[in-house]
């Protein structure tokens, strides 16, 4: 392990016992933000100290108690803290690193501020990193941390989280995983899709979410979901940084150790059941991972796969999967039928799709207008560019 | 998502708040105006807060532009305007937002008479492939 992510693993062990025995999250958070920074600054230089938690938290408390010396309110809030640490710590029964992510996907914050607080909270990233991963500028990242903590002092929220709504804040957790795995490949470009980045910190926590809580088989379904995704990482782009669909990958460079680990822990947690979600997306990446071709996919599966993803977790990203899947099963017009109560919708993948499974049919010049619009409406550069690359070649 | 807020208008003399040198606003009770005024400074803040500003600019008069075009096989520098049309490019915002309602919230509160508001989206690099 580099001293980097020696101090960054133990981040949220050190937030948690903060937290545990002052009580203020949004303090607690900022003394521990400065405690890694001075690590980041001495360890290097100095080597790592003999107990890195414990320095860390060391130094943390002192900047926390410095933090509330220099307050005017200071003897309130001094006192308020001194009853709250002769409360003692709570009792310990959940993993304290899954403490703070439970606490990050509280209900009371919206999921992009959840991905931000998790980031900072969970991975010990700076708020520069953060911001640099977002593409926005250092102070708007800044804000909305700031506002996701003054959100969550707000709500009262506690440490450790209730135990009642135990299931519901994991699930919360899931999700907000799931979506910074996404914006970890969806958001960087070109040669930065080989650096792990978010994605990569998306794996190494659903992986301590997993461990922490193994008798949730979700979370065993979103680590394979993850790893199974992420193998497909270094074929998603060309040379030029063009994206890559998913037909036209090489496949000998997806990453087999991660879709041999991904397997796995799927087959194991399958039979366990209930099987949601994130098991079944995650059964999904399984058969496209494990398929030689495009054309030797196991179709029927997939498709089977996404009936029963649209039964608990209907979309249109599930429709869109659905469809394709019975355009390879029973002909391209089967596949288009289903896509027809999303008619209205402006979702440029629905377009994207319609597109392709017109121009199978033969029916170029509607297949034209739907590749066209969905060029137009992508918000996304490398799938404009696969778009107007596509509808050159038809012409 | 990243949108840009682009304030189509043009005031007489060209000046910032664009607001006070527009026509139609100049006419509206000192009631309205200042509700106008308001509305505008409480969702700046408003987002600066949530941390949804990138950055913004107000720009200089459209006279002032400099234009770079290719003539006769070489780089042509002129001096502005670009366009003769009615309304100019004014000013612009930059924001990170969760979803394209969010945006036009935001967007809904720029509005004012005699001006013209762009809501739009900004493209990003990356891409999803499956």
């Given at each position: 392990m580099t001293v980097e992510q020696v101090w960054r693993t133990e981040a949220p062990h050190v937030l948690a016992a903060l937290t545990r025995r002052y009580g203020d999250f949004g303090d607690c958070e900022d003394a521990v933000q400065e405690a890694l920074l001075?690590?980041?600054a001495q360890w290097p230089r100095e080597g790592m100290p003999h107990d890195p938690r414990a320095w860390l938290i060391t130094v943390a408390q002192r900047r926390l108690i410095d933090q509330v010396r220099s307050e005017s309110a200071r003897r309130r809030r001094e006192e308020r803290y001194a009853a709250d640490a002769l409360d003692?710590?709570?009792?310990?029964?959940?993993?304290?690193?899954?403490?703070?992510?439970?606490?990050?996907?509280?209900p009371a914050l919206t999921k992009a501020s959840q991905v931000a607080l998790i980031l900072r909270?969970?991975?010990?990233?700076?708020?520069?990193?953060?911001?640099?991963?977002?593409?926005?500028?250092?102070a708007t990242m800044a804000a909305r941390i700031t506002r996701a903590k003054k959100t969550l002092a707000g709500a009262g929220s506690r440490f450790p989280a209730p135990a009642a709504d135990l299931s519901a804040r994991v699930g919360a957790v899931r999700h907000a995983l799931a979506l910074l795995h996404t914006e970890g490949h969806v958001r960087s470009s070109g040669e930065e899709l080989s650096?792990?980045?978010?994605?990569?910190?998306?794996?190494?926590?659903?992986?301590?979410?997993?461990?922490?809580?193994?008798?949730?088989?979700?979370?065993?379904?979103?680590?394979?979901?993850l790893l199974l995704t992420h193998a497909r990482g270094p074929a998603r782009t060309d040379a030029h940084g063009d994206l890559v669909p998913l037909e036209a990958q090489?496949?000998?460079?997806?990453?087999?150790?991660?879709?041999?680990?991904?397997?796995?822990?799927?087959?194991?947690?399958?039979?366990?059941?209930?099987?949601?979600?994130?098991?079944?997306?995650?059964?999904?990446?399984?058969?496209?991972?494990?398929?030689?071709?495009?054309?030797?996919?196991?179709?029927?599966q997939i498709a089977e796969l996404y009936r029963m993803l649209d039964l608990i977790a209907p979309g249109e990203a599930v429709t869109i999967g659905r469809a394709v899947a019975v355009a390879r099963t029973e002909g391209p017009a089967a596949g288009l039928a289903l896509l027809d109560p999303l008619a209205g919708s402006r979702n440029h993948r629905v377009a994207a799709t319609r597109g392709h499974l017109l121009a199978e049919l033969g029916r170029t010049a509607q297949a034209r207008v739907a590749l066209e619009q969905a060029a137009r409406t992508t918000p996304s550069i490398p799938e404009q560019r696969y778009l107007n690359r596509l509808l050159h070649e038809m012409a | 998502m990243k949108y840009v807020i682009l304030i189509h208008s043009n005031p007489q003399p060209w000046g910032h708040p664009t607001g006070d040198f527009v026509a139609e606003q100049r006419d509206l009770p000192a009631e309205t105006r200042e509700q106008l005024n308001a509305d505008f400074e409480s969702v700046l803040e408003e987002m600066s807060a949530r941390g949804e500003l990138i950055g913004g600019e107000a720009l200089a008069d459209p006279a002032s532009a400099r234009l770079f075009r290719w003539h006769d096989g070489e780089r042509l520098a002129t001096d502005g305007p670009y366009a003769e049309g009615k309304e100019h490019l004014a000013g612009f915002f930059l924001i990170d937002v969760e979803s394209p309602e969010r945006a036009e919230e935001i967007t809904r509160n720029f509005g004012a008479p005699g001006e013209t508001i762009e809501l739009r989206p900004a493209m990003w690099p990356g891409g999803d492939a499956d």
């Open positions: 001075a690590a980041a003692g710590a709570a009792p310990v029964g959940v993993d304290d690193s899954l403490e703070v992510l439970l606490l990050c996907a509280h909270a969970a991975s010990g990233l700076t708020t520069a990193q953060i911001a640099a991963g977002f593409l926005v500028p250092e650096d792990a980045g978010f994605s990569g910190e998306a794996i190494r926590l659903a992986r301590s979410l997993w461990r922490a809580v193994p008798a949730d088989p979700e979370n065993a379904g979103l680590l394979a979901l090489d496949r000998s460079r997806w990453r087999r150790d991660l879709i041999a680990e991904g397997v796995a822990i799927l087959e194991a947690v399958l039979p366990v059941g209930p099987v949601g979600e994130f098991q079944l997306q995650a059964a999904i990446a399984a058969v496209h991972d494990e398929a030689a071709s495009w054309a030797a996919t196991d179709w029927p | -």
